[in-house]
């Protein structure tokens, strides 16, 4: 049944993304011909160049917006609306519900960050785009070799919190939603409000992890010599990257729990 919900989940959410990623590329190709081809002195040519340009910049904040959205929307809409009569007389728990819902959006937003790319570098190849690749590959490589282990441990450590943190901010949307459908009016700005009250509270707590742990380490700053910095700093970095990688996973452990508690006992379908 899980393999289902999973099937319906994609092809449900899949038709919008897939209009919303060609819309995108077709805009980026379009954007791609009007730089190569060259129309001096042509004012109606520079005026469709701009006018395409700015809906490529509008459409580069747009997916990830739309995405955002669309995630919100399905969760709300499938769970906690009339829809929701339906889905939870189904065999499947609340925690798998959840997952399903967690998976498939991280998955959609992963998507979405691969299409910003890739139109990106359609947008700026060629004009000696390969050269400038190649030396920022060429730069890495060297700081591989040079910091060996404390760089792949940089990478994996940041790279997981990409991931935890893509899940946590998804989680953050959900438990946000669950909150807000307590309310018996104006749900969705209760949820928008909850959202932001959620969020003022956490940056206030890593402003404040970040204001001691700086603290603490004030008085290193002036006994390391300067030929050490570049030796401490990975190390540095990696130590912020653990405690942010611990409170992302702590945070989304919570919203997790937290949002299947209140679908369990509070739920209160539209």
């Given at each position: 049944m899980l393999g289902k919900l999973f099937k319906h989940e994609f092809k449900a959410t899949g038709r919008h993304f897939i209009i919303i990623y060609s819309v995108f590329f077709l805009i980026t190709l379009f954007n791609k011909l009007f730089l190569e081809i060259s129309v001096p002195s042509n004012r109606f040519f520079s005026y469709f160049q701009n006018i395409f340009m700015i809906f490529y910049v509008i459409m580069c904040a747009a997916i990830f917006i739309i995405t955002s959205v669309l995630v919100v929307y399905r969760f709300y809409k499938n769970l906690m609306c009339d829809e929701g009569y339906l889905m939870f007389t189904l065999p499947v728990t609340i925690e798998e519900h959840i997952i399903v819902k967690m998976i498939t959006s991280f998955v959609w937003m992963v998507l979405s960050t691969i299409t910003f790319f890739i139109s990106i570098l359609i947008l700026v190849s060629g004009h000696g785009f390969e050269d400038t690749l190649s030396q920022i590959f060429d730069l890495i490589r060297e700081v591989s070799t040079y910091f060996q282990s404390q760089f792949t441990v940089f990478v994996l450590i940041y790279l997981c919190i990409l991931i935890v943190g893509t899940l946590y901010n998804i989680l953050q949307y959900y438990f946000a939603l669950s909150i807000g459908q307590l309310v018996g009016k104006?749900?969705?700005?209760?949820?928008?409000?909850?959202?932001?009250?959620?969020n003022f509270v956490i940056q206030n707590i890593i402003g404040f992890l970040f204001i001691f742990t700086n603290a603490l380490n004030l008085e290193s700053y002036y006994l390391i010599d300067e030929s050490e910095i570049t030796e401490n700093i990975f190390e540095y970095l990696n130590t912020f990257g653990l405690i942010a990688l611990a409170l992302n996973i702590a945070l989304a452990v919570f919203f997790f729990f937290a949002t299947k508690i209140i679908l369990t006992k509070k739920l209160n379908l539209d």
């Open positions: 104006h749900r969705i700005l209760a949820s928008i409000g909850a959202y932001f009250a959620i």
